[in-house]
């Protein structure tokens, strides 16, 4: 079983590797201290490495999705995409900073085992600063250093048709075209999120 001290370890060994722009030992100062909850919160209340440091996990997950994707011949040939190593990792380790300090642990009655009832905790989401998902995560990291267009995109975008009002699509769709990083990072989210982490097990 991987802790959170860990993966923490892993995802700075990966940052400080790879992100060396103004302002980046600041946004991983706020990402460390008591008011941020990065390393410990998960990355959702149920669906996808729900568990104590599920978020940087998560985090890893795709920053490991995206460089594959793009090292893939098609990709680079085809596609003719590729992006700095910086760029994979502020797009992928920071995508969902947006959800710092967005849960709470509470608790409710389930039987156990035995068929006791007892109390369990589980996640809710008690958001304080609602302010949408990738453009919430584009505004927090754009208050420590700077993102290329192409990096706000993709960090915009990065949950694909799956987020956001039916009459925004055509911009969605727009996005992926003009900037296909946006489209890369979107679907090493969904790989991290529906291969890698809806079954995984914590041994």
């Known amino acids: 079983m991987r802790t959170p001290e860990e993966i923490k370890a892993e995802f700075i060994d990966i940052y400080n590797t790879n992100i060396k722009r103004e302002g980046a030992d600041k946004l991983l ?3 460390l201290s008591p008011k941020s909850d990065f390393f410990t919160c ?4 149920k669906y996808h ?3 104590e440091g599920g978020l940087a996990q998560h985090s890893i997950n795709v920053y490991r999705c995206l460089a594959d994707y793009l090292s893939r ?3 680079r040939e085809t596609y003719n995409l590729s992006a700095s190593d910086e760029t994979v990792a502020v797009v992928s380790l920071l995508h969902d900073i947006c959800k710092v300090n967005t849960y709470a642990v509470d608790y409710r009655n389930a039987k156990n085992e035995q068929g006791v009832w007892e109390k369990v905790p589980y996640y809710r989401i008690d958001d304080k600063l609602p302010y949408g998902h990738g453009e919430k995560s584009v505004y927090i990291i754009s208050g420590f250093m700077r993102l290329t267009r192409e990096e706000a995109i993709a960090i915009r975008y990065h949950m694909g048709f799956s987020y956001g009002a039916v009459e ?3 911009n969605i769709g727009a996005a992926f075209e003009k900037w296909p990083l946006a489209f890369a990072l979107s679907t090493a989210d969904m ?3 529906y291969f890698l982490e809806s079954t995984e097990k914590r041994e």
């Open 29 to 31: 100062e706020y990402l």
């Open 42 to 45: 998960p990355a959702s209340t």
């Open 49 to 51: 490495s729900a568990y």
């Open 73 to 75: 011949e098609r990709v």
């Open 168 to 170: 925004e699509r055509r």
């Open 191 to 193: 790989e991290a999120s």
